[in-house]
């Protein structure tokens, strides 16, 4: 425990601390008032400087701080505006780790109250900066002295007298009253010209002879901006299915506005206390708030992650294994049998590609998006589970269960915001720099997923509801997986026709795969071993913790454990992704632009016909962009800053395996069944049908049959002209006119 000492010995030592290592901030300061007006200094050389006296920081943070300001004013430059000095503020960061001052939120206790602590979250919540008063004057209605009342907590003090020791006649609350000198209203009274006997005995001058003027600078309450914040622990630190826990915090000043819902900080202050009312009555109990000294913003969404020399030498390392692809890909959930290529495109979006930002202010995406679409049972929430598990900053979110202002942003109408309108970051804007996993895609409101558009292609959230209108930053991937809307997915159906999203939605997805469940012998034999293996596994670690006998040895359970143990263990590639993601920023070579470039050409070469003319679009510019991330996050899985031929060979191998499982037909590539939810053929067929429909009308309407027979000359199998039939009638472009006819709903241009 640090020596107590008294004020002025703590404000000399602050001058001599100011005088060694602040002499350039202090003169920035006197320079560039207003716009600085706090010097923030490290409490790491305030600890090389004097050790007791940093200890005596985070034990007594209000007298320290009170005595650092004064010696802030004693050592500005002499020229500097006295009436000035008092706005300027003393703040500290870099404290220092557990268990002196950082913290979590979840681990404040009563022993913190009074103390300096730094509590590192989310911005959940920010309301709009207010004034506050701080220092009140009054001015008495009687006697015109000018009164001031110092002002501390939240309640509002007025003074209990007219005081004599500030020129007052001394009269009570009760027998006068007092007005508040805000600024310059002319609600000050300035005594008017005494004459006689009044006058010569120096006595004021009744308030009906005064005159009202504007308040004088020297006389007027002094106001500070002040805004209340709350954040959140950040998902990573998070165990199991703990929900995250929340504490409220006060900025103020130049502090005000610093940060924005979703953002990631460590705010440095002092932990305070305030009691809990029910109704009149005062509790036993107390809440507790931040008093803000100071904020860092963290803006690499990996700092958190804390790297040994020891690890990264290992990381470096493993890096240069000709196998890491096949380690990391069998490191993601391994007691989920097979989808090699499906973990590998995994694995490249969980170390992403690069984001650019262009000269004109353009911001390009590195962010890969994932959909997996595919029968019960083949593991797709346990996947996003584990991966949302795997990533820094990763957040995990149900379809059935959010809503358009969960995932992206709410305006809330409660207590915190003092009756206000408060906007409050949604999941996507929490998982900002990091990566998104949303379960259930299919179930959500058509309302609701098309918020998802601008979060998923531009990174950013426009909000403009309740009277706020803001820009949230979403800088993260998203991993989405849905069901059919039959049950089973159906290769033979175009994607659209079987998952509840629409075309503008899909078609912002990077890749898209389809997991399917079909009977196989060779491999429905090697995954029943394989889950069975996993249970026995389980089996055996569970009876060797419970079961007081030797019948399986440390040696069986690590023989069965071998086969479900990942190759990494998830804390360490953990690690490895957010220090690839950190430091590593590949470039192109001319080889693989050549390949993707030739690539994109050939492919779109295939879109035309026999007759010379445009047929199908089997790939657009989006996928050229996705080839370019998956390429970046190949070479990044080892650590090289610069992206090879191999790295574009593996990408192409991801989005042709992607292309040709859920966009094509007959098998020739055709991107517009995702994008438009209408392949080149279907349009082909349903401009025939409508034209046989025309053709054969005579009034009363045109049956099934008719356009079956007359299509199948064609040689199109009944199934699909059935399917766009059904179609066209559920979108309004054929009707009824009586049961089992069909007429053209409106005019065809």
Known sequence: MPEEIGLEALRAIWKDFFKQYCKKELLEIANSYPEKRSLLVSYKDIELFDSEHAARLLERPNSMIFAAEQAIRDSLPPDFKPELKRDIHFRVKDL??????????????????????????????????????????????????????????????????????????????????????????????????????????????????????????????????????????????????DQPERLTAYAEDDLCKYISPGDKVVLNGTLRSHQKMTGPIKTTFFDWFLDINSIELEEHEFEEVEITPEEEEQILKISKNKSIYRDI?????????????????????????????MPDGTRIRGDAHILLVGDPGTAKSQLLRYISNLVPRGIYASGKAST??????????????????????????????????????????EQDSGAMHEAMEQQMISVAKAGITATLQSRCAILAAANPKEGRFDEHSYLVDQINLPPTLL???????????????????????????????????????????????????????????????????????????????????????????????????QSKTAEGEGGAVPMTPRQVEALIRLSEASARVRLSNKVTTEDAERAKKIVEYFLRKVASEGGR??????????????????????????????????????????????????????RDIERMHNEGRLFNPTSGRYKVARERK
């Not at 504007?214 to 622990?233: G, N, W």
């Not at 202002?405 to 720099?433: I, M, N, Q, Y």
């Not at 034999?525 to 060797?544: D, F, K, M, S, V």
């Open 507 to 605: 078609s912002r997805f990077d890749v898209i795969f389809a997991l399917t469940d079909k009977p196989d012998q060779a491999r429905d034999a090697a995954l029943a071993a394989h889950i069975t293996n996993t249970h026995l596994a389980g089996e055996i670690a569970q009876y060797r913790k419970n079961v007081q006998d030797r019948k399986y040895s440390a040696e069986d359970e690590r023989e069965v454990m071998q086969k479900v143990e990942p190759t990494y263990k998830p804390a360490f590639l953990r690690k490895y992704i957010a220090y690839s993601r950190s430091r590593i920023f590949p470039v192109m070579t001319k080889d693989t632009m050549e390949i993707i470039r030739e690539y994109y050409v050939n492919i779109r070469a």
């Open 669 to 722: 590539l055709d991107i517009d069944a995702i994008m438009t939810g209408t392949t080149h053929s279907q349009r082909e067929r349903i401009h025939s049908i409508l034209d046989i429909v025309e053709e054969l009308d005579e009034g009363r309407g045109v049956t099934e049959e008719e356009i079956l027979r007359r299509m199948s000359q064609d040689g199109v199998p009944e199934e699909k002209v059935r």
């Open 329 to 357: 890909v069998a490191s993601i959930a391994p007691t989920i049998y097979g989808m090699d290529l499906e973990k590998e495109a995994l694995a490249l979006q969980m170390f992403g590609g690069v984001a650019k930002t």
């Open 404 to 445: 358009a202002a969960g995932l992206t942003a709410a305006a809330v109408h409660d207590e915190f915001g003092e009756g206000r309108w408060t906007l409050e970051a949604g999941a996507l804007v929490l998982a900002d720099k990091g990566l998104a996993c949303i379960d259930e895609l299919d179930k959500m409101s």
């Open 96 to 241: 220092p780790p557990k268990p002196l001052a950082l913290t979590e939120v979840r681990d404040l206790r009563s022993k913190h109250i009074g103390k300096m602590v730094a509590v590192r979250g989310l911005v959940r919540k920010a309301t709009q900066v207010k004034p506050k008063i701080v220092d009140a004057v009054f001015q008495c209605v009687r006697c015109l002295a000018v009164i001031r009342e110092p002002q501390g907590d939240a309640i509002f003090k007025e003074p209990l007298e007219c005081y004599r020791d500030q020129g007052g006649c001394g009269k009570s609350a009760s027998s006068t009253r007092f007005v508040l000198l805000t600024n310059d209203l002319s609600i000050f009274r300035q005594p008017a010209a005494a004459s006689g006997p009044e006058a010569e005995a120096g006595g004021n001058a009744p308030a009906e002879a005064a005159r009202p003027a504007a308040v004088p600078k020297d006389m007027r309450s002094l106001f500070v901006d002040t805004q209340k914040i709350e954040i959140q622990e950040s998902p990573e630190g998070l165990r199991g299915g």
